[in-house]
C-alpha cells in the first residue's frame, strides 16, 4: 500500500518550501528521502495509514447509507480467505487514457452520419455489441481491427487511478474484458507479473492451467494487437458466448470456489450478466455470490437494480456519483484500500 500512496506522499511534502542544500532548492520531498530515509519510511508509513483510516471512515459512513455494510463486510471476509477474483471492466483503464466503449464506436462512426446514427442509437440502448457490429459491416472490419489496436494496443502510456491496487489485492488472478495492457503493466510495476495471459480462444486452454493457483490474467474477450479471438461485435459475442460456449465455460470453471469482484463495469445489458445467468441456473443453490462496486442508481432504484443483478448472484456494493469525472475513481479507491483493512 506505500506504493501506491507514495506519489502522493511526495505531492503531500512538495507543498512546503524547498529544502536549501550547499545552496541549491530540493523538493522537500525528495530532500527528505535523499537525506532522511529512515525518517522517511517512518512519515510515509504514518502518512498511508492516515489514508486507510480516512478512507475506512468514509466507507463505513457511505454503506451504512445505503444499507450494503454487512454486504461489504462479508465481501472482506472471502477477500482475507483468498477467495476473491477481480474482474476488471473499461471504467479501471480510463484514468489511463483509454476510451469507454461508447466513446471509442462513436469516435470511429463519426465520419459517416448514417452510420453514427445507428451507432448512437445501438449505445443508447446498451447494444455496445451491435454497435460494433454497424460499423463492421457498414465501415469495414480491417479497419475495425487496425482501430482496435491503435487506441488499446499502445504500449507507451502511464497507467494510472485505482487500477493500480489491484496487484495489491488481489495476487493469483484477475479477469478483464478490456484490449488494453494496463493490468499487465501494474502487475509487472507491482513486481507481480502474471506467470501467464490467455486472450481469445486461447482461454479454452486455461482451466487447466488456472487450477494450479498461478497468478494468471483472462483476457476473455481477447487482446487489441491480435484479431483471432477477440469478442467485441455481435457476430464475435455469438461465437465466444453462443454454441462454442467458449466464455460461460471458462466463467463456471474460474468461479467454482472464487467469488469474483467487479469494478469499473457497468453491469447494463451484457452477455458476461447473461452468461452468469446461465451459470447460476446450472449451479443452484450450490453456486457461489458475486460482489461489485457500482455507482448507485438512487434510493428508489436500488431494489429493482439488485433483482436483475442477483439473477446473476452478482450483488452490488452502491457508491455515490455526484461528479462522473471525479467520484467513481475516488469511490473505487477507498472501497478498495477498506477492503484491504478487512470488516467495517
Not at 61 to 87: A, K, S, W, Y
Amino acid at each position: 500500500m506505500n506504493r501506491y500512496f507514495e506519489p502522493r506522499f511526495h505531492d503531500y511534502l512538495d507543498d512546503n518550501e524547498p529544502v536549501v542544500w550547499g545552496g541549491q532548492p530540493y523538493p522537500s520531498g525528495k530532500a527528505f528521502l535523499d537525506h532522511a530515509p529512515d525518517d522517511y519510511e517512518a512519515n510515509l508509513t504514518e502518512f498511508v495509514q492516515n489514508q486507510q483510516a480516512e478512507a475506512r471512515d468514509r466507507v463505513r459512513e457511505m454503506l451504512n447509507d445505503c444499507g450494503c455494510l454487512q454486504r461489504f463486510n462479508r465481501l472482506t471476509e472471502r477477500h482475507i480467505e483468498q477467495q476473491v477474483l477481480p474482474f476488471v471492466g473499461a471504467g479501471m483503464s480510463k484514468p489511463s487514457g483509454f476510451p469507454m466503449w461508447g466513446g471509442f464506436l462513436k469516435e470511429l462512426a463519426h465520419n459517416d452520419a448514417p452510420v453514427l446514427d445507428k451507432v448512437e442509437q445501438a449505445i443508447e440502448e446498451g447494444r455496445f455489441s451491435d454497435a460494433a457490429q454497424v460499423i463492421s459491416d457498414d465501415l469495414d472490419e480491417n479497419m475495425l481491427a487496425e482501430q482496435i489496436e491503435n487506441y488499446f494496443g499502445l504500449n507507451v502510456f502511464t497507467p494510472a487511478g485505482p487500477v493500480h491496487l489491484v496487484p495489491e489485492l488481489f495476487k493469483w488472478g484477475c479477469i478483464t474484458t478490456n484490449f488494453d495492457h494496463v493490468l499487465e503493466k501494474v502487475y509487472e510495476q507491482n513486481e507481480r507479473s502474471f506467470d501467464a495471459v490467455f486472450s481469445g480462444t486461447n482461454i479454452i486452454a486455461a482451466p487447466r492451467e488456472a487450477a494450479s493457483g498461478e497468478n494468471i490474467l483472462f483476457k476473455i474477450h481477447g487482446t487489441a494487437t491480435n484479431q483471432i479471438g477477440r469478442v467485441l461485435t455481435s457476430l464475435e459475442y455469438n461465437n465466444a458466448y453462443g454454441n462454442q460456449r467458449t466464455v460461460p465455460g471458462t466463467l463456471n470453471h474460474l468461479i467454482t470456489n472464487r467469488s469474483l469482484l467487479f469494478m469499473g463495469c457497468s453491469l447494463a445489458t451484457d452477455r458476461t450478466i447473461i452468461a452468469m445467468q446461465e451459470i447460476k441456473a446450472m449451479n443452484g443453490v450450490a453456486g457461489l455470490r458475486h460482489y461489485a462496486f457500482l455507482a448507485d442508481p438512487g434510493q428508489g432504484a436500488r431494489t429493482e437494480r439488485h433483482a436483475e443483478l442477483q439473477r446473476a448472484e452478482i450483488h452490488p456494493i452502491w457508491y455515490p456519483v455526484d461528479d462522473p469525472e471525479t467520484d467513481h475513481d475516488m469511490w473505487i479507491e477507498y472501497l478498495l484500500v477498506a477492503l484491504d483493512g478487512g470488516p467495517l
